[in-house]
């Protein structure tokens, strides 16, 4: 595959049907070893851990992975896998996999604290072993929506307690389905990013734990910890496909980049420069990581929520994210609201349909914008004969308007 390039290509030439971008990453190094700095945010270990307490909890099972053949036939390619996550835990979306894990293993750190013992297991607090001390723990964090959710619903679990900050974009339905879990919450003025700042001030002084999905300086262990978690996914699709079909392409959306870089830095360590190519996509308004690769360090953009794909709209990249994406993402494109119109709306069209808001369904937008796109199908080798994997990160969720947006 031809991909090293730096050269921009911008999509929507007259086969294509959406006007998008989309750029080789400048900065790929697909033979770049993965090395301990990498392995200190995923490994293969720490995956194990993970795998096996998630699916220890009450109410796991493995999310469908549908064989979109008719759609794939449609794209002229080899087999269009797709990852439903709209059945995950009944939250809805695959950030449960994240947020909870995040709160957990804050509940045990502080119980091996406390209890000078090592070794606390999941279980044992999933079964009131440490009410007194879990029941004592407040976690936080500031959300457009899912990862909220996701915390909200870990802290009840675990016997904690949460406190959500909403900045104004999030819809009533969303915030609805957060206190569901019993959070407080917490109605913010400003942007997301006054919001977060919010929840910080008062997570120091209320000594509350945040449970952040995006890192930053004073808070790296609970970002790695959710995106392990979020690896949960690939132990479950490498259960589901055959050897034989294993993906050549995936097609990841990007908010912060966590939820990319988990996969991608999962499959970099499985596989080498074997791994499948790995293409990100995010809303053309919100492209940090975009403007990351094109600029060759983290980039933000500001006026993000122009999107229907609330849940992509982030400016900034978390930084731990970026560190495993920088060098090791295939190519990154940013596309227009249609495209993942037209993704929602043809997986509605499949038998039996499958439900996704524009968010979720937005990895098959960017294959959609691709695989019509002579110059740039070309340019990642989609053919005939290439399994794609697309992971649908949300399914629909009843709201204002029909999913929930922000
Ligand atoms: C449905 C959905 N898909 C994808 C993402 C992107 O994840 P990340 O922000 O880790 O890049 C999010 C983030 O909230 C999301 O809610």
């Known amino acids: 595959m031809d991909i090293g390039e730096s050269e921009q290509v911008v999509g929507g030439d007259k086969d294509s049907s959406f006007p998008f971008r989309f750029l080789p990453n400048p900065n790929l190094d697909r033979a770049a070893p993965y090395t301990l700095a990498e392995q200190w945010i995923l490994n293969l270990a720490r995956h194990r851990e993970v795998h096996d307490e998630i699916t220890s909890?009450?109410?796991?099972?493995?999310?469908?992975?549908?064989?979109?053949?008719?759609?794939?036939?449609?794209?002229?390619?080899?087999?269009?896998?797709?990852?439903?996550?709209?059945?995950?835990?009944?939250l809805g979306t695959f950030k449960a996999l994240g947020g909870a894990y995040g709160v957990l293993r804050?509940?045990?750190?502080?119980?091996?604290?406390?209890?000078?013992?090592?070794?606390?297991?999941?279980?044992?607090?999933?079964?009131?072993?440490?009410?007194?001390?879990?029941?004592?723990?407040?976690?936080?964090c500031a959300t457009d929506g899912n990862h909220g959710r996701s915390v909200a619903w870990g802290a009840r679990i675990f016997g904690c307690n949460s406190v959500v900050y909403l900045p104004p974009a999030v819809s009533r339905a969303r915030e609805a389905a957060i206190a569901e879990y019993g959070a407080e919450i917490v109605r913010t003025t400003g942007s997301y990013d006054d919001a977060v700042a919010e929840a910080q001030r008062d997570a120091q002084h209320l000594e509350r734990f945040v449970v952040s999905d995006t890192s930053y300086e004073a808070n790296v262990n609970i970002p790695r910890d959710i995106m392990q978690g979020y690896t949960v996914i690939l132990a479950e699709v490498g259960e589901q496909l055959p050897e034989s079909e294993r993906p050549t392409h995936v097609f990841l959306q990007g908010g912060v980049g966590g939820f990319a870089a988990s996969v991608v830095g999962h499959l970099w360590e499985a596989h080498g420069a074997a791994r499948p190519i790995s293409i990100v996509v995010e809303p053309d308004c919100a492209d940090c990581l975009f403007q990351s690769a094109s600029h060759g360090r983290p980039t933000s953009v500001t006026d993000v929520h122009r999107t229907v794909m609330g849940c992509l709209a982030c400016g900034?990249?978390?930084?731990?994210?970026w560190y495993l994406l920088e060098r090791s993402v295939d190519a990154f494109m940013a596309i227009p609201d249609e495209a993942s119109e037209t993704a929602v709306r043809l997986l509605g069209e499949q038998v039996p349909p499958v439900a996704a808001g524009p968010s979720g369904a937005a990895g098959l937008a960017g294959l959609l914008c691709i695989a019509q796109d002579r110059k740039s199908r070309e340019t990642v080798g989609l053919s005939g004969t290439?399994?794609?994997?697309?992971?649908?990160?949300?399914?629909?969720?009843?709201?204002?308007?029909?999913y929930l947006e922000g």
């Not at 549908?66 to 009944?90: N, V």
């Not at 604290?113 to 009410?131: K, M, P, Y």
């Not at 900034?316 to 994210?321: F, T």
């Open 57 to 90: 909890w009450p109410d796991y099972q493995p999310t469908p992975l549908l064989d979109l053949a008719a759609l794939a036939g449609e794209l002229g390619i080899g087999r269009l896998r797709y990852k439903d996550e709209g059945a995950r835990f009944g």
């Open 106 to 140: 804050i509940i045990q750190d502080e119980v091996q604290r406390l209890t000078r013992r090592s070794g606390v297991t999941g279980r044992e607090i999933l079964e009131g072993a440490h009410e007194e001390i879990a029941s004592g723990i407040t976690v936080t």
């Open 316 to 321: 900034e990249v978390s930084p731990l994210a």
């Open 386 to 402: 290439s399994c794609v994997l697309v992971i649908g990160t949300e399914g629909a969720i009843e709201g204002a308007s029909g």
